[in-house]
């Protein structure tokens, strides 16, 4: 059994940052793509970055130069370090793995940006 636990959401002041952090756990034979997306109240749910096995990266345009995906593969766990948040990046975020050739979600961890 497989589980992603995340952490590191919170409420911050308009040009604050946030470490997101999502850790997979359980019997894993092979770890492909990772990455985050979010969901705001009354919106579709979105990418924000993806970071390939290999390391190739994607971000959001509206995030980039603010966030970066990274991740550790010794831990199995992906990090989304967030700077410079704005009030339009309040959303739930939520991790996306791709492990053992199944897609699976965290639960999700609130990140709440105050003007």
């Known amino acids: 059994q497989v589980q992603l636990v995340e952490s590191g959401g919170g409420l911050v002041q308009a040009g604050g940052s946030l470490r997101l952090s999502c850790a997979a756990s359980?019997?894993?034979?092979?770890?492909?793509?990772m990455g985050w997306y979010r969901q705001a109240p009354g919106k579709q749910r979105e990418l924000v970055a993806g970071?390939?096995?290999?390391?190739?990266?994607n971000v959001k345009d509206s995030v980039k130069g603010r966030f970066t995906i990274s991740r550790d593969n010794a831990k199995n766990t992906v990090y989304l370090q967030m700077n410079s948040l704005k009030p339009e990046d309040t959303a739930v975020y939520y991790c996306?793995?791709?492990?053992?050739?199944?897609?699976?979600w965290g639960r999700g961890t609130q990140v709440t940006v105050s003007s």
């Open positions: 996306d793995v791709v492990l053992n050739r199944l897609t699976y």
């Open positions: 359980g019997t894993i034979f092979s770890i492909n793509a």
């Open positions: 970071i390939t096995g290999g390391g190739n990266i």
